[in-house]
C-alpha cells in the first residue's frame, strides 16, 4: 500500500509514446484541413463582399482589388501552414520510423535473449531429470529378475524321449553350468527326476501338483508356475530349465531365451514350443562344427523380447 510507485514496463512507454505522437499527428493535419476549408470558404465570402456586396468596391491597390491581395496573403499563410506541416514540423517521418523500429527490434531482441536463457534453463532442468529417470531406470531394472529359459533343441524342436536328453554335446554342457552356475534353476518334476542328483551350486525348484513329493534337502518344491518365479524372485536371472511341458507354460513369461539348436531332426516325445519371430528377436548366434567330441553340428542362440 505505502510501497514504491508502480514502474511502468518500457516496451508500455514505448508503445504509450507512440500513441501519443500518432494522435498529435493527426491533430495537425486535422488543423491544415480544416485551415484549407476556411480558406476556401473565406476565398469566396471576399469575393462576394467585394464584387456582390460592394464592400471596399473603391479601394485599390495598383488599380486590381483588395480582396486579390487578401486572397494571396491568406494563400500564402496557408502555404506556411502546409509548409509547417509537412516540411519544418514534420514528426514521424523516415527517420522517426526507423529509430522507432530500431527502438522496438532492440526490445524484442532483448526479450528473446531472456527467452532463450530461460530456454537453456529450462532445457537443463529437463536434462538433469531425464539423467535422473534413466538412472532410476537403470536402478530398477539392475532389481528386475530377467526370467530365461535355457533349452536344447532339434531342428524339429525335439528335446527328450523317454524322461531323458537324446543327444550328448559336451559344449552344450558346459555352457549349461556356466550360465546357470549360482543361480535358481526352475523345472518340472520330470525334468528333476531325469538328473541322477540334484547339480551343485544351484537353487532347484521343483514344479509339482503332488503334495507329499519327497525332495532332497535344498530343493524347493512349489506347485504353480508362478510359485516358482515368486520364489527365485531375489535372483538377477533366475533359469526355466524345463521340461516341455513347463517351456510350454513359460513361453509368454521368459524375457530371454538361450537356444542350442542341434543341426538335426529327431525322434522324440517332448518338444519345444515354436519361437514366434514376431515377438522374439535373434541378438547372438555362434556356429560349432561338428566333431570328435560333438556329433552334429550345433548353434548357440539367444533370443530376446522385440
Ligand atoms: N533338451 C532340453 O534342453 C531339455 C531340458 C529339460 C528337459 N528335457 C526333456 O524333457 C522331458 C521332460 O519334459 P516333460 O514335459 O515330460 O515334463 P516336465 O515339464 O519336466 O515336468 C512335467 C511335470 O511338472 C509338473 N507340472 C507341470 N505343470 C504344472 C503346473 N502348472 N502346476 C503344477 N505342476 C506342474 C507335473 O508334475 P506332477 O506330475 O508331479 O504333478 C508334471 O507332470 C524329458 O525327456 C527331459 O529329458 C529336455
Redesign the pocket.
Known amino acids: 500500500m505505502f510501497g514504491k510507485k508502480k514502474s511502468i514496463p518500457e516496451i508500455d512507454k514505448n508503445q504509450l509514446e507512440l500513441i501519443e505522437n500518432a494522435q498529435k499527428r493527426i491533430k495537425q493535419k486535422k488543423r491544415l484541413y480544416a485551415h484549407f476549408v476556411i480558406f476556401l470558404i473565406g476565398a469566396v465570402f471576399l469575393i462576394i463582399a467585394n464584387t456582390v456586396l460592394g464592400i471596399g468596391k473603391d479601394f485599390k491597390l495598383f488599380d486590381i482589388d483588395w480582396f486579390v491581395f487578401a486572397i494571396l496573403l491568406w494563400l500564402f499563410l496557408f502555404i506556411y501552414h502546409l509548409l509547417n506541416v509537412f516540411v519544418t514540423n514534420k514528426f514521424m517521418g523516415k527517420a522517426w520510423e526507423k529509430e522507432q523500429l530500431d527502438k522496438l527490434v532492440a526490445k524484442q531482441q532483448e526479450r528473446i535473449e531472456k527467452l532463450k536463457a530461460g530456454f537453456v534453463k529450462e532445457e537443463t532442468l529437463m536434462a538433469q531429470s531425464e539423467v535422473y529417470n534413466d538412472t532410476q531406470n537403470k536402478t530398477t531394472k539392475s532389481t528386475k529378475s530377467e526370467l530365461t529359459i535355457i533349452?536344447?533343441?532339434a531342428e524339429n524342436d525335439a528335446?527328450?524321449?523317454g524322461?531323458?536328453?537324446i543327444w550328448h554335446l559336451s559344449n552344450d554342457l558346459k555352457r549349461f553350468k556356466a550360465l546357470t552356475n549360482g543361480h535358481h534353476i526352475i523345472?518340472?518334476?520330470?525334468?528333476f527326476e531325469?538328473f541322477p542328483k540334484p547339480l551343485p551350486n544351484r537353487t532347484h525348484v521343483v514344479?509339482?501338483?503332488?503334495r507329499d513329493?519327497n525332495v532332497p534337502q535344498g530343493v524347493i518344491i512349489v506347485?504353480?508356475?508362478k510359485d516358482a518365479i515368486d520364489a527365485s524372485k531375489n535372483d538377477s536371472q533366475p533359469f526355466i530349465?524345463?521340461?516341455?511341458?513347463?517351456y510350454k507354460?513359460a513361453m509368454s513369461l521368459v524375457d530371454k531365451i538361450e537356444l542350442t539348436r542341434v543341426h538335426h531332426d529327431f525322434d522324440a516325445d517332448?518338444y519345444f514350443p515354436e519361437i514366434d519371430s514376431t515377438v522374439w528377436k535373434e541378438t547372438a548366434n555362434t556356429f560349432h562344427k561338428k566333431d570328435e567330441g560333438h556329433d552334429y553340428e550345433f548353434s548357440f542362440l539367444t533370443y530376446e523380447r522385440k
Do not use: C, E, P, W
Open positions: 533349452v536344447a533343441a528335446i527328450g524321449l524322461n531323458k536328453l523345472m518340472g518334476r520330470k525334468t531325469s514344479i509339482t501338483r503332488q513329493y506347485h504353480s508356475l530349465i524345463g521340461g516341455g511341458q513347463i507354460q517332448t
